[in-house]
């Protein structure tokens, strides 16, 4: 624990007054990317299809909110080719989360 003399002009933080911003800004980079990677993921379904599907995408603001979407994908993309280019996909949605896990409470499936 920190003591600070309450008579004392000097900050007890040598940088008092600034946010740390790297954890912030890495995890943004690292949600933009797996935002790219699921629309990646979209290629060659119908445009009309996806449409509702990549506003959802890109409305994402967390990866619990990405995670939820990739049975969404999956299911297009089976409609467009088959089950087992859609599961190929999946799986590679997946391998996104492999870094840090699936959102907690949640299994890959």
Not at 4 to 11: F, H, I, K, Q
Not at 26 to 40: I, Q
Not at 48 to 73: F, M, N, Q, S
Request: glycine residues 6%; proline residues 4%.
């Amino acid at each position: 624990m920190f003591v600070r003399d309450v008579e004392t002009s000097r900050p007890l933080w040598k940088q008092q007054g600034r946010r740390f911003v790297a954890g912030l800004t890495a995890s943004t980079s690292r949600l933009t990317h797996m935002v790219d990677e699921f629309e990646r993921a979209l290629r060659g379904t119908l445009p009309a299809d996806a449409r509702a599907l990549r506003a959802k995408i890109r409305g994402a603001r967390t990866k619990l909110e990405l995670w939820d979407l990739r049975t969404e994908v999956h299911d297009l993309v089976r409609q467009a080719y088959d089950k087992w280019e859609a599961q190929t996909r999946l799986d590679d949605l997946n391998s996104l989360f492999e870094d840090s896990g699936p959102p907690s409470g949640y299994t890959i499936a």
